[in-house]
Every structure is written in structure tokens, then in C-alpha cells.
């Protein structure tokens, strides 16, 4: 039910889980050159700038317009890009860049130790306002160019995650030249180094790239080396499911992203098409118990909402079972992820029933009732979230049976922030 | 994330909506964030996941995916980062 999170995994390890769609790893491309992809992008974006935007989306393009220091092929795996080669001090709080000489931005601005320090820099500006990347570069102190092509980059405390978060689109290296001489404006006007170049950006409707042909660095993530094969892609922004899916199956453009899972089945089921999909990484849905207001101050109360919880009568009714039950905070494919989580509880209404029996919750007609007091669970939600109202529907149906009572607060969106904030709730997406 | 959830400060109105506070759980997510070791940092976060469910702070329900879909015969080599956050297009190609 929280909006999932996508995540900062921190540091190296844990075993990734391929995209189902992935080709093998290390299987050549078809690299057929030439050509126009035509990508439908699901939503609107405030700015083009990876810096300061706050939409997933832009790092989508991001990905394409620019690079990055270095480069995440799996959870906590870590490869070179724009810098060859890295030092991070025992504390966590020092991390050594040694650049590539190779490369220079769209606008012929060499790449260099005084680009990364001018882009951290920037970051955190409060001018800038940026959000997703100010909180990706943690407790950032200073960078300090060491000699042109190596940079030195301080934090106030140490920041173990560091190295995930310049792996990602809001940390790439922008054009200090280009950033100076736009302002304001680099947001439609975005030079980086990456293997495409901006070309034009109708608001609201789409966003052309060309082909970078001086494109020579690409990064060992991906599985061929100098330049990209298309020419040139067009990212037009659908915001309609329904047209998104229309206009794939009307050959209008190559891709789609968010495809509506009422459509998966027809889509798996049909040749012309392939699905790509994967787990997120970082949070997935839930629902957090308000621990200080009663009866969900009681750790019992707790555990039983836990053990009566089922998972996969929530996701059929909510996703057409298509995703898989979650056991932690963290997704299965994040770093840190912790596989015994799934072993702590399942669906088995009897122990919640044993639970609230000993929590001195005792069943009368259908609700159990403590000092006459009936057991009342305030769900509040967001009445214009499908998800939400489905999954909070489901719940109270389905805790009915053990004797819990769930008081459904479907609310708008202003109402039920402030009534969260205020904790007058027992649960929350 | 972690700390988003259950950290002490994030309690009163912020993003901790369980309005957790424990001061031994804002110690493990201290010092979980200062391990550079990832064996070690991987154990500091498996003891915080493991109790956030012993105390049933919060009740996890799905893992969401991402999907997207391609023409098959026009698109190649579509494919997704480990994140399954951004689809890779530099070695895509189309088919005229």
C-alpha cells in the first residue's frame, strides 16, 4: 500500500534476481543499426535537469542523456563508467574518483575532477531545490579536485550507501558550461555525456534524443561497446493506460511502460508482444501499525493483525495475483534483503485468535470485546487509490472472521495526511 | 528506508507512521549505515528486519514490479536494470 519506494541499496552483495525480460547476460545484442525507438512514457515530469527533478521517469531518460561515476549491474555490484577506478576510506566518509580522460559532454565541455565537483556541488545548493539527488548524497561536505582527473569527495558522517547512490540517474555528471549558461533553464536544455543527445522537448507531450556519435565509454554493464545503435529515441508521454495500450498494439510506438495488469494475460498470451518486468528494488506494499495508540500499542494485537493477514487473498484481489507476497521492508532483490523474514509468520487465522485470546481480546457474537470495549482497527487510506480501498476491503472482510473489527477511513488526499500525521489511525498504507 | 520507518526522529508526524520510538532500533540503524563492510552491513540489516517483525511494527504485503511491454518483432534487446527501475535502450535496436 505505500506507494513502493524505489531504492538506495546500500554497499555490495546480495544475489539480484535478473529481469524476467533480460536477454542472458553476455549474449551479444542484435544490434541492428539505424532507426527511431518509440518509447510512451506514463507520466508528465517536472524538468530534464537529474539533479533537481523528483520523477523516477526522468532517470529513464536520465540513463540516456547522461553517465554516471560508476555503474550497479546487480544489487551492491559496482562497475566502472566515468571514473576507472574508486577509494573509499574505512570510515566511509572519503571516497577517491579516478576519471576517465576520454570524454567530453555534448557541448564539447571536457569531462573532468571539476565537472563531478561542480555537479555535487550543485546538488546541494539550496537554490537548486533539488530533492530526490539532495537525499541521495546523504551528509555530502565537499569535493575537492585533487589534479584534473581526480576528485576527492567528503562526507560529514560516514556514508557506506554512497557508491549505490552515484550509480543512479539523479547523481549523473552534467555539463558545468551548459548548467552555468541555461540556469533555470537546463531543464530543457540538458548536456550531458551519454550515449544520446537532447534534441527537443514539446511540454507535456514529448522528448527527442539523438544518437551521440562520439560515444566511445559506454560502461562494461552493458554487452557491446561504442555507440548506440538507434539513432534516436522519442520518449512521447501517454498518461492513459488504456491509449498507452492501444497505441502498442496500433504499432504507434515500440514500447510501454506500466503496463495495466488487467491487460498482463492478454499481453504474455500473445506473440506479437513481450513483457519486461521485474521486482523493485526498495519498499514494497504495506501497512504501518501505529504503535502508541490503542489497541495496537499492544505488541499482541500486533502479532495477531500479522498471523491474520492474508497475503495471497490481497494480492489476488488487488494485482490478479501477478506479484509476490512481500516478508520484509526490503523487496527480495534489495541489498540487505533477509530471506528468513519469510519463515516469521504466515496466514494462520487459529494463531491470531490465540493471540487476542491472551491479550484478554475475547470473542462475543462476532467482535472480540476487552473490559466491554469492542476490538476497533481505525484503517485510514486514500479513498481515490484503487489499491488502497481494495486492499483495506479485503482486510475487513477477511479479519471479520477472527473477531477483529476494521473501521475503513477511505479518505482524499489532504484529510488523510493530516490525519496520519496526527496518528489518529491504528493502520496506514 | 529504515531509517524513513523506524527511525525516532521520523516518529512524530514524519514518515515513521508507526510512531515507533526505540532507541536500541535508532542505534542498529546508526550503526548499519556506517559499516562499509557488506557482509557486516548485510547482518546489521537482517537483525533490524528481524525485529521490526518480532515487535509487528508493520505488516508486509507485496513486492511490486515494474512491467513493460514491447513489440516483439520490431524491438530488441529491451532490457531492465538490476532495479527493474529503468529500462536500458543502449543496446536496443529496431527492426525497420
Known amino acids: 500500500m505505500a506507494s513502493p519506494v524505489a531504492g538506495a541499496s546500500p554497499a555490495a552483495g546480495a544475489s539480484p534476481v535478473a529481469a524476467a525480460g533480460a536477454a542472458p547476460a553476455g549474449a551479444p545484442?542484435?544490434?541492428?543499426?539505424?532507426?527511431?525507438?518509440?518509447?510512451?512514457?506514463?507520466t508528465r515530469f517536472d524538468s530534464l535537469d537529474v539533479n533537481v527533478t523528483t520523477f523516477s521517469v526522468v532517470g529513464r531518460m536520465g540513463f540516456h542523456l547522461f553517465d554516471q561515476l560508476v555503474r550497479e549491474p546487480s544489487a551492491g555490484k559496482f562497475v566502472p563508467s566515468l571514473a576507472e577506478r574508486w577509494d573509499v576510506n574505512p570510515t566511509a566518509d572519503e571516497y577517491t574518483f579516478y576519471l576517465r580522460k576520454d570524454v567530453k559532454f555534448h557541448d564539447g565541455t571536457p569531462f573532468n575532477a571539476e565537472a563531478v565537483k561542480y555537479t555535487f556541488d550543485r546538488i546541494v545548493n539550496p537554490d537548486m531545490k533539488s530533492q530526490v539527488a539532495l537525499s541521495l548524497i546523504g551528509p555530502y561536505d565537499s569535493s575537492t579536485v585533487v589534479d584534473p582527473y581526480t576528485v576527492k569527495v567528503k562526507f560529514k558522517t560516514g556514508y557506506a550507501p554512497f557508491l549505490d547512490s552515484v550509480a543512479q540517474p539523479f547523481l549523473s555528471i552534467v555539463s558545468p558550461t551548459a548548467a552555468e549558461k541555461y540556469g533555470k533553464d537546463f531543464g530543457?536544455?540538458?548536456?550531458?555525456?551519454?550515449?544520446?543527445?537532447?534534441?527537443?522537448?514539446?511540454?507535456?507531450s514529448e522528448v527527442k534524443l539523438v544518437k551521440n556519435p562520439d560515444y566511445t565509454w559506454?560502461?562494461?554493464?552493458?554487452?557491446?561497446?561504442?555507440?548506440?545503435?538507434?539513432?534516436?529515441?522519442?520518449?512521447?508521454?501517454?498518461n492513459d493506460p488504456a491509449t498507452r495500450v492501444a497505441a502498442l498494439k496500433a504499432g504507434e510506438v515500440h514500447v510501454i511502460e506500466d503496463l495495466p495488469l488487467q491487460n498482463y494475460a492478454e499481453f504474455q498470451g500473445n506473440s506479437a508482444f513481450q513483457i519486461v518486468e521485474g521486482v523493485m528494488a526498495g519498499s514494497g506494499y504495506s501497512a504501518m501499525i501505529n504503535v502508541t495508540k490503542p489497541p495496537t500499542d499492544d505488541v499482541k494485537v500486533r502479532q495477531a493483525m500479522e498471523w491474520a493477514t492474508d497475503k495471497a487473498g490481497i494480492i489476488k484481489a488487488?494485482?490478479?495475483?501477478?506479484?509476490?507476497?512481500?516478508?520484509?521492508?526490503?523487496?527480495s532483490i534489495t541489498f540487505g534483503y533477509d530471506q528468513s523474514t519469510?519463515?516469521?509468520y504466515s496466514y494462520d487465522p487459529k494463531k491470531a485468535a490465540d493471540l487476542l485470546d491472551q491479550a484478554g481480546w475475547k470473542l462475543d457474537g462476532d467482535v472480540r470485546k476487552k473490559n466491554g470495549e469492542e476490538l476497533v482497527i481505525k484503517f485510514y487510506y486514500r479513498a481515490d487509490q484503487p489499491v488502497n480501498v481494495s486492499q483495506a476491503t479485503f482486510i475487513q472482510a477477511s479479519w471479520q472472521q477472527v473477531g477483529?473489527?476494521?473501521?475503513?477511513?477511505?479518505?482524499?488526499?489532504?484529510?488523510?495526511?493530516?490525519?496520519?500525521?496526527?496518528?489518529?489511525?491504528?493502520?496506514?498504507? | 528506508m529504515v531509517r524513513q520507518y523506524y527511525y525516532s526522529k521520523n516518529a512524530d508526524g514524519g514518515t515513521n507512521r508507526s510512531r515507533y520510538k526505540n532507541p536500541d532500533m535508532d542505534k542498529m540503524?546508526?550503526?548499519?549505515?556506517?559499516?562499509?563492510?557488506p557482509e557486516k552491513r548485510k547482518q546489521a540489516y537482517a537483525a533490524i528486519q528481524k525485529k521490526v517483525l518480532d515487535e509487528a511494527?508493520?505488516?508486509?504485503?507485496?513486492?511490486?514490479?515494474?512491467?513493460?511491454?514491447?513489440q516483439k518483432a520490431k524491438v530488441n534487446d529491451v532490457t531492465l536494470d538490476w532495479s527493474s527501475t529503468y529500462p536500458l535502450l543502449f543496446d536496443a535496436s529496431v527492426n525497420a
Open chain 1, 188 to 204: 530543457t536544455n540538458p548536456v550531458g555525456t551519454g550515449p544520446f543527445k537532447f534534441d527537443s522537448y514539446k511540454t507535456d
Open chain 1, 218 to 238: 559506454a560502461p562494461a554493464i552493458y554487452r557491446h561497446t561504442g555507440g548506440p545503435y538507434l539513432n534516436a529515441i522519442t520518449w512521447r508521454i501517454i
Open chain 1, 318 to 331: 488487488t494485482w490478479n495475483g501477478l506479484f509476490q507476497p512481500a516478508c520484509s521492508v526490503l523487496t
Open chain 1, 29 to 42: 545484442p542484435v544490434g541492428k543499426p539505424g532507426g527511431e525507438l518509440i518509447y510512451a512514457l506514463a
Open chain 2, 57 to 70: 511494527i508493520m505488516i508486509f504485503i507485496a513486492d511490486s514490479k515494474n512491467v513493460f511491454a514491447t
Open chain 1, 342 to 344: 519469510c519463515q516469521v
Open chain 1, 404 to 429: 477483529i473489527k476494521v473501521e475503513l477511513n477511505g479518505l482524499a488526499q489532504a484529510g488523510y495526511f493530516d490525519a496520519v500525521r496526527r496518528g489518529d489511525h491504528n493502520m496506514q498504507p
Open chain 2, 29 to 37: 540503524i546508526d550503526e548499519a549505515a556506517g559499516l562499509t563492510d
